[in-house]
């Protein structure tokens, strides 16, 4: 089969240029953008309800020093009417529609429609905010307090907050410290066990609520105002140029949690505490505020009264849209000797800061040969980036609590597919393997869904030349398409190495997916480098030599097999 068509999706290590190990980016630029956004509710009611609610809050524009969102054409539709149609807005500003079915149909369709003019512009900031902040307006009062997701009143996050914001002299200072902290002490999962602070500081993960609303317990606790922000982000990649060559970035498209944090100089600016401080991109549309994500839940939210004796509830699917109209990014970043060891993005500031030192990683363990004849491996080993949402149907993900007597809610739900087509014959894509312990391979496993197509998969096993693709060295058994379930969800493909049991010591790898035919594949990958250096997720064109482009993300891969004691 091979001899017809083979394109590999590579695995490897990237060389990071000593001595530098920090991945703090300064950006200039801009990006703007007019996008058509529309998002489909359909709700399939349960038996025996006797009342149903849906809320969904009205975007408002917004500007700050670095993003600006400009918010036309609102529309709001149902179908069929309610009984029932009330406007609120809220001590945060938010403006709420409330919609209330008192005969309850069989189906409900929601669609909510705008226009919105984002621009996202990176220039010199400069900000005088003393740290401490001095006397702060009383309309920052909710901003200090800690809540059950942000508990700024812990011991724990007091501790830290105060370890990190040392001597600080300034308000940048202090958040700086407090966002690189985050960025490399909190591995993105989805979805995790809690979404409070204190969860994410004790188990070291989190989603985008997780890394949120540690940032603002840490940053409240030493006086900070911090709000939480609640929107969407599209998965319209854009790209970061660099000396190395392109960074590029993309989000899944759907709900996103984010911060703003109070300068006295500036207003309220935001930060995305995953990898980006003083700004968000214009990818994000910013829709609910408020002190946590326990009060930002009203867009969206579906609450019901249903008798006691009921058998089945209300089921919700939803569909986000969005068409970019007209797009212009024009960014360019430079790599900082200081900062933390993840990727953290941020405009050039003028202010008094420390410079976040990072210890260079130890050198890999070198195995001399005759010491190889001798190992024995006996000890079960797995390896990868192994946390995703496995067998997950997006079109149907949220679940339901009950909010009283006979009373229910479905809150919206942050759980986003983020996948790549990677069986593309135009484009390739790239993740390293880096094993530090002496491996017998048995499997690869990698986090795919069948959309269609008809062929054959398997995965070669290529030598590091250099951070480039060497000899080839292993190739797994076939896999007929036929093999891959076409239900929805993500879930674990195996290639078996059984039969050549393949022996890898410690050092970096290529795995590359070859297929033939014409499969329609998409690779799950996590925000972040969960597992892997910054860089160990490349791609390039197909006619292209160089794998100059770096991806934001990682993919979901799982190495499994035997290794020593």
């Known amino acids: 089969m091979k001899k017809f068509f083979s394109i590999s999706l590579m695995l490897f290590a990237t060389v990071i240029v000593a001595p530098c190990f920090a991945e703090n980016f300064t950006v200039k630029g801009d990006m703007s953008s007019t996008i058509h956004y529309e998002l489909q509710h359909q709700i399939t009611a349960g038996d025996a309800m006797s009342k149903l609610f849906l809320s969904f809050v009205v975007p408002q524009s917004f500007e700050s020093p670095t993003y600006r969102q400009q918010i036309t054409n609102f529309k709001m539709t149902f179908s069929p009417e309610p009984q029932e149609r009330a406007t609120a807005t809220d001590a945060r500003g938010n403006k709420t529609i409330l ?44 901003y200090l307090k800690a809540t059950e997701q942000v508990q700024s009143d812990s011991a724990e996050i007091r501790r830290l907050a105060l370890q990190l914001t040392k001597d600080v002299k300034t308000q940048f200072d202090a958040v700086q410290q407090v966002i690189s902290w985050v960025v490399d002490n909190v591995r993105y999962v989805s979805p995790p066990v809690q979404y409070d602070a204190l969860y994410a500081l004790t188990s070291g993960k989190g989603n985008c609520q997780n890394f949120s609303h540690l940032s603002a317990a840490l940053l409240r606790s030493v006086g900070i105002p911090v709000r939480i922000v609640n929107g969407v982000t599209l998965n319209q990649p854009f790209d970061i140029v660099w000396e190395k060559g392109t960074l590029t970035f993309k989000m899944g498209q759907g709900r996103h949690s984010w911060i703003e944090v109070w300068f006295p100089d500036k207003g309220w600016v935001p930060y995305d505490a995953q990898n980006m401080q003083l700004f968000v991109s214009n990818r994000f549309v910013r829709i609910e505020v408020g002190v946590d994500n326990n009060e930002t839940k009203n867009d969206g939210l579906v609450r019901w009264v249903q008798a006691t004796d009921a058998r089945t509830k209300p089921r919700l699917q939803e569909t986000i849209d969005a068409n970019f109209t ?12 200081y900062g933390p060891k993840n990727l953290l993005l941020g405009p050039d500031v003028k202010a008094e800061f420390k410079k976040i030192e990072i210890i260079a990683p130890p050198p890999p363990v070198v195995i001399p040969e005759e010491e190889k004849k001798t190992l024995r491996f006996i000890v079960p080993f797995v390896y990868g980036n192994t946390e995703f949402p496995e067998d997950v149907d997006f079109a149907f993900p949220r679940s339901t609590k009950a909010s009283g007597a006979n009373a229910y809610e479905m809150s919206r739900s942050f759980l986003v597919e983020t996948a790549e087509y990677v069986t593309t014959k135009a484009t390739q894509y790239a993740q390293v393997v880096v094993l530090k312990n002496p491996v017998k391979l048995q499997k690869v496993a990698l986090a795919l869904h069948k959309f269609g197509g008809e062929g054959w998969l398997w995965v070669d096993i290529f030598q590091d030349d250099q951070g480039k693709p060497g000899a080839p060295l292993y190739t797994s058994e076939m896999l007929n398409l036929d093999q891959l379930s076409l239900k929805p969800g993500y879930r674990w493909t195996n290639f078996n190495f059984k039969k050549d049991s393949p022996f890898l010591f410690p050092g970096s790898y290529w795995i590359a997916l070859g297929f033939s035919g014409s499969p329609i594949i998409n690779w799950f990958y996590t925000y972040g480098k969960p597992v892997g250096p910054v860089y160990g997720t490349r791609y390039k064109g197909v006619f292209s030599d160089d794998w100059s482009g770096a991806l934001s993300y990682e993919f979901n891969y799982r190495v499994t097999g035997l290794t020593v004691k």
């Not at 226009?115 to 909710?142: C, Q, R, V, Y």
């Not at 007209?326 to 000797?337: A, C, E, L, P, Y």
């Open 99 to 142: 919609a209330t079915w008192t005969r309850v149909p069989d189906k409900i369709d929601a669609i909510v429609s705008f226009d919105a003019a984002n621009l996202t512009g990176l220039k010199l900031i400069e900000t005088d905010s003393p740290f401490p902040l001095a006397a702060l307006p009383a309309s920052m009062a909710d």
């Open 326 to 337: 007209s797009d212009t990014v024009k960014f360019r970043g430079s790599r900082q000797n």
